[in-house]
């Protein structure tokens, strides 16, 4: 087959994208059309309980991980010739096509359809939540003495541009690799830009991700856009993108508009970076905050932030990020000579590509018990879809970046149709607070322990 080693051209960037066959080893979402007795701990629980994070080990032994995965010293140097600037999208296909997981998906796929699977989905995390007995989100944070899950005054703009991305990660969220086509348009970016224009009373952040969100032609106007207004600017980056062809000024690029950067790395150690990631990527990420390091990021006095962040490659919930920030940077610095500034520990969500991999393995019922049973009534008052506003590639709006990938959009009041609100019926984002945010069962994942956001803990 023929390997495609770029991104879209306008050509590709469709509205709709019935025909690609399925990405790895998941649930895949690849048509766009619109779909629409346990016993409990205290009341508020503050702390994780102890069994619920992995103890923290030496670089030398094993990473932040279950099983029997181990990485020796042999394990830390990087292989030069595999991080040149070639492209990685090659070799994502060639393990995509490989993989025994991604092709049953994608028949199930052209069986059921996207809706038909988004709907199940739910009903797997839902049955396994019936069967420990546990109420509604919603009705847990009442019960728990929550505030009211209603929006706030928006702060940050967070803007979802497209799934397209040169890698296939096995816990990825929103589905992404070289596969989907999706990307945000001209018109679609021009009017998000319009809406910070509108809301630079409160608004100040616009949080850009993906897929891999450099890849797309609105990257550069987006961050320019933003930046002349005064806004900090996000840029959600899997490092692997600073080596594709084509990026060779993408570093120098962030700099220069001052850009924060949050980058994905989930662990220190190569094997299990390449397990959920992909085979190289290691390699790849350590030559990517390397050239991120040269152009000034993480040095001090810079004012060049740059963020790594961490989700568990395995069924348990994040260690407190105080703790394994320290590990993180000792490590980094000693075998590779990288500096950061700060890391985020994000609890992986039961959807999407991991609720998939946790039900073929039967242990769907297990994680939502250990996010049910960690459950923290301070990080439900704090998660971020209370003062985040979410928009899609296609310029739907969503409370936030999880909503979007199960199509609970939000809508117009007094909106009895099937259509979700987008950006051209929004004059103003001041018109949002107040709302009720949309919640499910999917929500556990960001209330568990210290919580999680895409800012990292949040309790």
């Known amino acids: 087959m023929k390997l495609p080693t770029a991104p879209p051209n306008k050509a590709m960037m469709?509205?709709?994208?019935?025909?690609?066959?399925?990405?790895?080893?998941?649930?895949?979402?690849?048509?766009?059309?619109?779909?629409?007795?346990i016993k409990m701990l205290p009341a508020t629980p503050q702390k994780v309980p102890r069994e619920l994070t992995p103890p923290l080990v030496p670089f030398g032994t094993t990473c932040i991980v279950t099983g029997n995965a181990t990485n020796s010293s042999s394990d830390l140097q990087t292989d030069s010739t595999a991080a040149a600037s070639t492209s990685l999208i090659p070799e994502t296909l060639e393990e995509m096509e490989s993989d025994t997981e991604f092709q049953q998906t994608a028949a199930r796929l052209q069986r059921l359809g996207q809706a038909a699977m988004t709907r199940e989905e739910k009903q797997k995390r839902q049955r396994s939540l019936d069967k420990i007995g546990v109420p509604s989100f919603g009705a847990m944070v009442k019960e728990r003495g929550g505030?009211?899950?209603k929006r706030q005054e928006a702060a940050i703009l967070q803007l979802n541009i497209g799934l397209y991305c040169n890698q296939a990660c096995t816990h990825c969220h929103v589905e992404s690799s070289p596969k989907r086509f999706e990307m945000m348009d001209r018109p679609t970016a021009e009017q998000c830009v319009r809406l910070m224009q509108d809301g630079t009373g409160s608004v100040t952040t616009v949080d850009?991700?993906?897929?891999?969100?450099?890849?797309?032609?609105?990257?550069?106007y987006l961050v320019e856009s933003a930046r002349g207004l005064g806004l900090e600017v996000i840029d959600r980056c899997n490092l692997t993108v600073l080596l594709e062809p084509g990026q060779e000024t993408l570093a120098q690029f962030l700099a220069d508009n001052q850009v924060h950067v949050v980058a994905s790395m989930p662990c220190y150690s190569p094997t299990n970076v390449d397990q959920q990631r992909g085979h190289g990527v290691f390699d790849r990420s350590?030559?990517?905050?390397?050239?991120?390091?040269?152009?000034?990021?993480?040095?001090?006095?810079?004012?060049?932030?740059?963020?790594?962040?961490?989700?568990?490659?395995?069924?348990?919930l994040a260690p407190p990020q105080s703790k394994?920030?320290?590990?993180?940077?000792?490590?980094?610095?000693?075998?590779?000579?990288?500096?950061?500034?700060s890391l985020f520990c994000l609890n992986n969500m039961p959807i999407?590509?991991?609720?998939?991999?946790?039900?073929?393995?039967?242990?769907?019922?297990?994680?939502?018990?250990?996010?049910?049973?960690?459950?923290?009534?301070?990080?439900?008052?704090?998660?971020?879809?209370?003062?985040?506003?979410?928009?899609?590639?296609?310029g739907r709006v969503f409370d936030c970046d999880f909503n979007q990938?199960?199509?609970?959009?939000?809508?117009?009041?007094?909106?009895?149709?099937?259509?979700?609100?987008?950006?051209?019926?929004?004059?103003s984002?001041?018109?949002?607070?107040?709302?009720?945010?949309?919640?499910?069962?999917?929500?556990?994942?960001?209330?568990?322990?210290?919580?999680?956001?895409c800012q990292g803990a949040v309790a």
């Not at 850009?208 to 550069?220: D, H, M, R, V």
């Not at 117009?412 to 979700?420: A, F, H, L, Q, R």
Request: glycine share 12%; aromatic share 8%; charged share 20%.
């Open 147 to 149: 505030i009211l899950m």
């Open 429 to 453: 984002l001041e018109e949002l607070t107040g709302r009720s945010i949309a919640v499910d069962n999917h929500c556990f994942g960001c209330t568990a322990g210290s919580g999680s956001s």
């Open 286 to 316: 350590i030559k990517g905050l390397q050239a991120l390091n040269a152009v000034g990021y993480g040095q001090p006095g810079t004012g060049l932030q740059l963020d790594l962040v961490y989700n568990p490659n395995g069924i348990f």
């Open 352 to 394: 999407k590509r991991y609720v998939d991999y946790l039900q073929r393995r039967n242990k769907l019922e297990e994680y939502m018990q250990m996010l049910v049973e960690g459950f923290n009534v301070a990080a439900a008052d704090g998660v971020m879809c209370r003062n985040t506003v979410n928009v899609g590639w296609d």
């Open 324 to 341: 394994l920030e320290g590990v993180y940077k000792e490590e980094l610095q000693q075998h590779f000579g990288i500096v950061f500034n």
């Open 405 to 427: 990938q199960l199509d609970m959009g939000m809508r117009k009041p007094g909106n009895t149709s099937e259509k979700d609100m987008t950006v051209f019926d929004v004059g």
């Open 208 to 220: 850009i991700t993906g897929g891999a969100p450099e890849l797309n032609s609105q990257f550069k």
């Open 14 to 37: 469709m509205q709709g994208t019935a025909g690609i066959v399925a990405p790895f080893s998941s649930v895949r979402r690849l048509d766009s059309q619109k779909v629409s007795p």
